[in-house]
Each structure stands twice: as structure tokens, then as C-alpha cells.
């Protein structure tokens, strides 16, 4: 895996740098948030130009040609994730285990998408779709661990979290399903669909949950003000 070490060379040269300017705060978390945002930056830049390529295919059962592409974006968040998991095992987080949990699960996922080509191109779309908001998350995040709140930037995050993943995250899940052809499924690939599939179903009911808290959170900060 070639960018395993890209985190890690990541954090090694932002922490001087939040040490020089976050020293009050906890200068692990926040550059570890940093690191965190430039993943989902780079699961954007990368998976937005094959999902235009392959004309805004919502699921793809076959053997493409542009593999090389999508094994390279998930070997990359599987780097990112490894860190994260690591990162949180030190981390005081309120919810660490589900976020261990959901790591751990993700990379199994995207490991079958490197795995399996013939579902590499669904892998890569449910990245997208559970990434693209990574950066609104992080900045919230960062504001978080100062002790500043920008409600403006949450609204815009759950509005954005809630298409994301409750109105296209259906619609790829759907359009996975209705795609199986066991014809097309190798015996191989068949463990990669049957993993995608669990995660959507997962994902998904999660996804609305925290929408819902995060729009009571909402509430009552505007109610308050």
C-alpha cells in the first residue's frame, strides 16, 4: 500500500505548527482533525473526476478499466482510517468505541473493494458519499475544541450530511441491489457485495439518528438565542 505512511508524514508536519499556534488547546486532537481534513479533501478530489468519467453511475457491477484509480483511493482511506483508529485509542473521545467500530468495519469494506474490481467502483461511490462532507465535519470539529461555535456552518453541514447520505446513500443502496446479477458476481467478489450492502444498511439508519440530534442540537442553541 503506497500511501500508508501519507498520514503519518502528514501529522509529523502540521503538529510544530499547531503547537506553535494552539498551544492552549489540545494540539493532538486538532491536528489529528487537520489530518482528518485533508482525507476527506483527497477522497473528493480523487473520486469526483471517476464518478463524472462513468457518468454519475450510481452503482457499476463490472470490470472496468479504470481499477487502478479506484484501488488507489481506497488504499488511501484505508491509511487514513488506520490512523484515525489509532489516533483514537489516545484520544479522549465521548464516543470512541463507535467510532473504533465504524472504522474497522469501513476498512473492511473498502479492503473488498480493492479485492474485488468488479464492486471497486461501488466502493469508491459509497466513500464519496460517506467523505464528501468530511471537511464542514472537521472545521465544526476544530471550532469545537476551542470553544467557538459557528451555527451558520452547522445548519450548512446537516443540510448537507442529510443529502449526502439520507437521499443519495439511498439511492446508490437501491441501485446496488437492483444491479446484482449472480451471473456477474464472482465467487470472490461475492463476499465485496455482501459487505456493501451490510454498510449501507447500517449506514444509513445511523446517518438519520445523528441528522435527527444534530437538528435538536440546532434547536435549541437558536431557540436560546
Known amino acids: 500500500m503506497e500511501n500508508l505512511y501519507e498520514p503519518l508524514l502528514i501529522f509529523v508536519t ?25 482525507h476527506g479533501i483527497g477522497c473528493i478530489y480523487y473520486s469526483v473526476p471517476l464518478i463524472i468519467k462513468n457518468n454519475y453511475q ?19 482511506s484505508i491509511s487514513y482510517f488506520l490512523w484515525d483508529t489509532l489516533a483514537l485509542i489516545f484520544e479522549k473521545e465521548k464516543e470512541k468505541m463507535l467510532f473504533i467500530g465504524h472504522h474497522l468495519l469501513t476498512i473492511i469494506g473498502l479492503y473488498y473493494g480493492i479485492l474485488c474490481r468488479w464492486n471497486s467502483y461501488n466502493v469508491v461511490l459509497g466513500l464519496l458519499i460517506g467523505e464528501i462532507t468530511n471537511p464542514i465535519h472537521q472545521i465544526m470539529d476544530i471550532l469545537k475544541v476551542i470553544n467557538y461555535r459557528v451555527i451558520e456552518i452547522e445548519i450548512i453541514y446537516l443540510i448537507s450530511f442529510y443529502f449526502a447520505r439520507g437521499y443519495f446513500g439511498i439511492c446508490a443502496f437501491k ?18 457485495y455482501i459487505i456493501s450492502i451490510i ?22 442553541y437558536l431557540m436560546k438565542s
Do not use: A
Not at 449501507?200 to 439508519?205: A, D, E, F, L, N
Open 58 to 76: 450510481l452503482s457499476m457491477i463490472t470490470d472496468k478499466e479504470d481499477f487502478d484509480d479506484c484501488s488507489y483511493i481506497l488504499s488511501r
Open 199 to 220: 454498510i449501507y444498511m447500517i449506514i444509513i439508519p445511523l446517518s438519520f439518528d445523528w441528522s435527527y440530534k444534530k437538528y435538536i442540537s440546532i434547536n435549541k
Open 175 to 192: 441501485s446496488l441491489i437492483s444491479d446484482y446479477n449472480e451471473n456477474l458476481i464472482i465467487d470472490e467478489c461475492y463476499f465485496s
Open 14 to 38: 502540521i503538529f510544530p505548527i499547531t503547537s506553535l499556534f494552539y498551544r492552549e488547546y489540545d494540539v493532538n486532537k486538532i491536528t489529528n482533525i487537520i489530518v482528518r481534513f485533508i
